[in-house]
Every structure is written in C-alpha cells, then in structure tokens.
C-alpha cells in the first residue's frame, strides 16, 4: 500500500502576514488524516473593512472535515497565531496542544468563549513529541519576539516536515530560549522532506540583529532625558518590555506598566515561569506623586490604537497621567504597513504638547523578531531539506524566498492559501485548488468577506444614503408625497435649496408621470425611484448614492 | 506714522504636509493690504474622509477680506501649491502671479472652472518683481522636484521677507534652474527679517543627493533587465520623467509615456520650453508591436492609486498593454505615508504576474525633492534672517525646525494654520488667532470638515444603517407594522432569524406598549424607536447601528 501521500494546506498566512492556519494531511487521497498548525486571526482597516472587529481565516473546507482532524497545534501566542481559536474551537472539536506560555494564553481564549480551558494541553519542548494519529509532533524552541515561540518537527510515515512558525535566529535572546543551532542541526539529521518557513522579513538583506543589542542603547536614551520617559512596544514582546523595565530601572526610575494588555501578558509570563525576574513596578496613583524625572512608564499601543494607552495620552490622559513639555515618548517597536496614520497622528499630539518623540528610524531602540535574508538562508542550510515551502508572507515574500532558495540550489514551492500540495514524492506539486477566503467577525457574528455587508458599509461612506419613502392606498394612489431622508450626504445642492426638497419635488413628478404599470409593480416602482433619486442627486451635489426604497401598501 | 506691522497668516500648509495657503499682510492693524503665497489642496483618505473629492484649506477669513487682497503668488505647480486656484478664484478675485510653466499649469485649472486664462499673469524670474499694493514681490529660482519651482523674495516698507517654498539645494538638478548659492547669499545681503522655510525633510539626518546621481543606477538596471521594465515616478517630476526615458533609450529601449498626466505634464514642459529635449516616444499601439526586452513604459501611480496605469496593470491591463513573467516595474518614488496599502497591494498583484518589483528601499532609484536638515541647515545659513519660520510640515516637523534653528541660535517661531504673526519688531509674536480649518470638496460641493456629513458617513461605514418606518393614520393608530431595512449589517441575528425580523418584531411591540403621549409625538416616538432599533440589533448580531426613522401621518 504506498497510496498513501502526505499533503500540505494552507488555509491562511500564505499570501499575507497575519491569519495564520495550515493543514498538514497524511493518508489515502481524500480519507488523509489531519491537523492543523496555528488558527490566527488579522487585523481590519477601514479602507477595506470598516466596522469589522476581526478576520478570520474561512475554515468551511476543515470544518467539513472535522472528523479527520486529530490535533490543533499553536506554535506561539501571537494574536495572528493563536487569535481565532476561540472563535473555531466548537466547530473543530480536536485537541489543542501548546507549550506553556502559549497554552496559558489560549486558554484565556477558550475561557472568553466559555470553552473549558481543558481543550488545550500544555506539551513539553523537544525531543518530547506529541501522536496525532499518523503524525508525531514536536515543539522546537526557537527564537521569536513572544516566549516559547516553537517551530515544529512533524513526522509522518513517509518523512519529516520542519515547521519553524514565526522566528529570528538570537542567540542572546534575554527572555526565552536561545537560538540552538546544534538541536537545529540535529534534527535535520535525519533528512527533511519539507521546511515550511517564515518569509516575512525575507526582503531585509541585512544581518537580523540580536535582542541584547538593544537594551543599552534604551538605557542610554532614558539617562539622557530630563522628564518623563514613556515607552511603548508590543505587550506580548516580553523580552523587550523587560528590556525597556531594566533600562528604566538601571537610569534610577520607578517604572509603571499602562494598558491592560500590557499588565496582562507580563503576569501570565511571571505565572508560566517564562519570566524569572521583572524589576519592581508600582501602580499609576504612586506614579503620580513621583517628580517626572524620576518615572518611566511602558504602555500600550505602539501602532497607533485609538483605544490604546498611547493614543489616550497623546490625546490628553490616561490613569490619571499627563505628558508635559520636555517629556520623552518613545516607539521601541516598527509600524505596521497601514497603521502610519495612526501613529503620525499620536506622533504629531504629542509634538503639540512639547513631548519629544523617538521613533525605530535610527534602528538603536527596536529590532525585528523576524528571521532577515541571511537568517533565513542559514536556516536553509541548518535543516537542508528537499524542498523550500515559504509561509507567512504576501505573495511577493513567498515569491521571493521561493527565489532566494533557488538561488542556492535548492527547490522551492509558491503555495498560496488554498493550494493542495502533495508532499510525498521527490518533488511537490498541487494536488487541489481549494476556495479560501477570508470571515469577518462582524459584532458577534461571522459573515464572509464576499457576503456584500462591507461593500455595502464601504459604498455608503463614499456615496452617502438616501431613503426614499412612498405610500400608495389601495387604488396605487399616492398618499402625500414622497419623503427624503438623506445621512452622509451635503444638506443643500446646487440649485441653493435643501437637498431633500429637490429630491422629494423629483420624485413626486416622476410617481405622476409613471403609468399604471409602473406604479402597481414594486419592482419597477423602486427601480423608477432610486433611478431618479440618484440622478437628482447627481445633478444637484455631483455624487451617486447609495438609495434605499421603501414602498409601503396600505391594504 | 509707525502702526503699520508686517503679519504671516498661514491657513494651510503650517501643521500638514499639503494643502499650503499663506498670507502676508502689510499696513495698519486690520487694515492690512494682503497677498496669499500658494492656494493647494491635499489628498483624503478611507480613514477620515471617505468619499471625499479634496481637501481645500477654509478661506472664509480670506474672502472676508477680498477687498484687501492684492495678488495671489503661485511658487510652483505642485497640487498642493496650486490645485485649489480653481475652486476658491471666483470667491477671492485677486490677480494669480507665476513663472511661465506654473502659470500654464495653473490656467489649465482655471480652464477647468471656466474662468479666464488671463486672470494668471506670467512673471520673469529674480531680479524682477511684481508690485502687489505695500509689497514688492520676487521669484527667485530654486531646485525641487517639478520645473520653475521658486522661493519669494517679499519686499515690505519694513524690511524682507523670504518664503523659500518648496526645495532643496540641488546644483545639478537635470531640469530647470541649479540651486544658485551666490544669488541667495546676494538677496539676503539687505538683512532679511524672517524665513518661512520648508520643513517636510527635517528629520532627514543625511546630505540631500542630487538629481544627478539617479540616472546611472536607474540605467544599469535597465540595461540589466531582461524583459519589459515599466517604471513609475509622480507625473510632475519632469526632470525624472526624463532621467528615467533617457535610462531607457541608453540601454537601447523603445519609450512609451501611459496615463494621461504623465503625457500632459511632459507636454507642458516642452510647450513651456523648460524641457528642452526629450527621447522620442511611441504610442502605446507601436508599443504591443516591439518586443518586450525593447521596451520601457513610463506610468502614472506611483501611490498605488487605484485609477492610475500602474494599478490597472497590476490588475491586468492598460492601453493594450499587458505585464508578463520576467517583467520589471520599478517605483522611482517614495510612497506618501498613508499610500502603503495601495502601494503594497500593487506589489502583491505584479508577484502574482511573476513582474520583478524593485522599490526605493535600496535609495538608489530615488531622491526627495525637499532639502534634508543639511540643506535647511544651508538655507538658514545662506539668508541669515532674524527669525526662522517653519511651513510646509505637520507639527511634529515645524516643531524639530525650530529646534534645529534654535541649536544654531537662530531664533525660531512655531506658527501653525490659524496664528496670525507679527512680524514688525525685533521679536515676532502672536498678534491673533483665527478660526481655520478644512473644507471638503464633495462631489460638486464645498463643505466644512466639521459639518458632520462625512462624520455620518464614517458611522455608516463602522456600524450600517437601520431604516425604520411607521405609518400612523389620523388617530394615531398604526397602520400596518414597522417596516425595517438595513444596509451593510449581516442578515441573520443571534436568533437565526433575519435581523430585520427581529427588528420588526420588537419595534411593533414597542409601539403597542408606548402611551399616547409618546405615540402622538415624533420626537418621542422616533426616540424610542430609535433606542429599540439600536438595542435590538446590539442583541441579535453585536453592532450599534446608525438609525433613521421615518415617521408618515396620514392627515
């Protein structure tokens, strides 16, 4: 019997950073038994969707199969890792397996969804493995920005698969593992058929640079600053936060953690043992009886949320705190491509309240979690499979760490969300096209991102809303006039009278004229009137808009 | 007779990038006679002003006082310089004074409103000067990125002014007039009472690089590529327009200008003569007969903007012409922060097509045309004024340019839109504040930023739109149920039903409930229905909606 194949699905993360989710598949075509590597989510914008809470990879093609799914696997606790877990979990039903760190976040994501948080097993690192029906799994651990970040070693009966999540290769990591390339040597020993690997800063051709590298420059910045320093960072990047704490205390100051998150994800390290020591931190009310000179506080925010600690206070307050002239802000962290905006806007406030502002463009105060260009090729080189699989990435990473394997000889394989690949033979190909796409948390509700309620949202913020009201009798007769309402749009038009007057006068006449035919048909009635109302509008402020049309029958 | 004081009023420009609108006043207090330096617009966005056409700086402060405006000054043809001349000449009425390719340009705008060309008067460059009531005005050559850009030499009773414009210190720009260090330390040689200076590069820590140094890279990777190579830069950089088709013809390729501002704005150079010569160019039919490897296009879009050529062949086609495998597209620009998506998603689409995209990262393909903080630094030097005043910037820029002024001991004035400066004596200071702010071109009609129009369509877009109606009859009674329409909210609620359902379920109960007191009074009654719409549709799908409802009494 060698029907069997082994297949890789990714349902999100190939073909963008962020919603991570990937299918590994062992067994007879179509009866392959599977699991699951990360269930992430990614964050909405307002160009493309506004209103919505949060994406989610569309898990339709594994739901359906959810009697195949043997396990869940969580590489590390990044929202884009980890995030749709509890949004999935009762439609997937497998167990899910994690190291500690990250186990301990998910079941706060189990719990939010009133799931037990006995769904989610906590798994030792490597050389300890976890059965899958015909896999066996184990938790690497590699160097990242979050701790316990894991690659993973999958083997199946026809080879090994080396998964390695989101990494950087540290060596002096501060918080968490360091890189160990003897283990990632090792492990290659035996042959890998596949790395399925990270390619999000595969465009950065310089050498990544090392967490420790960072902390005395930070130091260096709060002991040269007369007033207040406040430094903002990822809250789950723990190494930095610690970094960022040390600093603080290391330049004589009492240090004050803000934000929720930022509380939060510094305790769940202490409680998990991933986090041995943290400099003493005391509370916003003793904060505020300190001499400014005296503080640094770390808070939330460092893309710019509206919501976040760092926009509060770039705004006015926050716990009580205020920045003044001659206070210190500083981002330890890279924006995100879409949120400039929003962090130029926070970046701009505090320039008006006389705050100076340090941002990553010198890169001494941040470095990435991310494997660079030549951290990716030693990892190549480290496990020497057969193929190359590049993950997490837009199509133009992928694309080009499929390029930077090649030029070392090795084969590479662009597999987008929704590609089949079936790994079994000496080379990969497709097996299957399967449809992907995007959900949106939508409130509490999940909507496809093809369902038209965002383009909708999206048409009425360019174009504005009118809605036309009619009343017919029983005779199609019309009672009164018909009536406007118009929202997002200007109140008067060209002709120097308001909107709706002109609209309503429009309208009236059109229902006159219109025969029988047309008014005894909704249909064409509806049709009729969002025709003229748009034209209307046209013609009196210069945009189309979106028109809603009630008729109502009095019976 | 000494009342009379010089003011600086800026109301656009001074605390944004964009969107520059300056004025200058000389005579007795609120007596001033008053010209206005620059009339641009700036660009929207998803994020703030969905739907909007432009941005237009407000000028009510102005037009009130169109009596005593005495001439517009254009510096140069940029949009956000000249691009509301269009839009606000017939409420301002002043004559428009620009060099001959700006005044082109800016009769073009005014062709488009229907005015006449001869409200725009072409000038002569420095030493000569336009007389505009108190003021003696002059145009003194200076390099930046788009032909006969100009600083202002502004001649008061009390003394010189100098606005420098956009620039930057470019003594081998390619096109157009070399930055001339003898004629700016000549001009300031009569002292010079303030500097409005350019601040956009302010925290641009290295040397400015020349126009010059482009060319070489750019034609290496031309004569490199092995099939079409498409490059892309801002419409009106002519002098990069140039260094990319003279790229293109040294290395032996055939040069096709798409998009319509690229071909009008090359057209204008010549017409002007400021463009002496360019490579012969083919059309985009002679284009499809050549083969790939000897060609180069060069396309509009260069921020990703969804209309332009560059999006629509990332997206499949323009003008016949189609990217393929082993294509290269080149940004031969920098992306405006806020333009990444665009940009970004672009990329993604030519790695779909298997196109090569080469960006700015590298610096060699590009270079800014505003003056780093070496060149402000030059600048201040070069004129030596008793006062520096930082403009074109966000705050965050106007704020480190005083600084930067300050290290030097220069005086520095931090003046955004809105603080009207005296300049008379030794010391400016804040003579008033005005109320300014932004006004919205939407469709065909101008409206305040505050007026709430694009606040309710950024509500629609975040949280839809409920539509209830009622029809009441002349007693009171409820004729029929309420009836619901939604757009862009999900359809079905937390109770598997249709939202609109549940809606009209609890609105017709809520009407049974209500008294007299609220069934016979709108305000009330479209209160209550309002609250029931929202807190329904809180519990069936999560989203406080935007509601309008529509009363009808049959009388």
Redesign the interface.
Known sequence: MSSERIIYLPLGGA?EIGMNAYVYGYGKPGKERLILVDLGVTFP????T??VDLILPDMAWLKERRDRLEAIFITHAHEDHVGAIGHYWNELGAPVYAREFTAHIARLKMDDHGISPQTVKTVAAWPETVEAGPFKVGFVPISHSIPESSGLVIDTPKGRLVHTGDFKIDETPLVGEAFDREMWSDLAKPGVKALICDSTNV?SAHPGRSEATVGPEIEGLVRDAAGMVVATTFASNVARVKTLAEAGERAGRSVCLLGRAMRRMIEASLKTGVLKDFPQTISPEEAAQLPRENLMLIVTGSQGERRAASAQLARGKYNGMVMKEGDLFLFSSKTI??N??GV?RI??Q???Q?VD?VDD?SGLYHVSGHANRPDIETMHALVAPQVVIPMHG???HL?EHVKLAETHGRKGMLAVNGMMIDLSGNTPSVAEYIETGRTYL????K?GAM?G??R???R??????V?V?V?LDEDDDM??EP?C?T????????SNAPLVDALEEDLSQFIGRAGAKVVTNDDKLEEGLRRVARQTT?NE???KP?V?V?I?R??
Not at 442 to 445: C, E, S
Not at 487 to 493: A, C, K, Q, T, Y
């Open positions: 073909g914008d307002m160009d493309s506004p209103g465009f491509p879409g400039e905006r130029i970046m701009n505090f320039s008006e006389g502002v463009s837009e199509h133009r694309r939508d409130g509490t509700v909507i369902d309620v965002v909708d949202r999206i009425m913020a360019m174009n504005g809303h809605i009201t009343i009672l009164g009536w309402d929202m997002g749009l200007p109140e008067m038009g060209r046209l402020i210069g945009k979106e809603s009630i109502s009095l019976a």
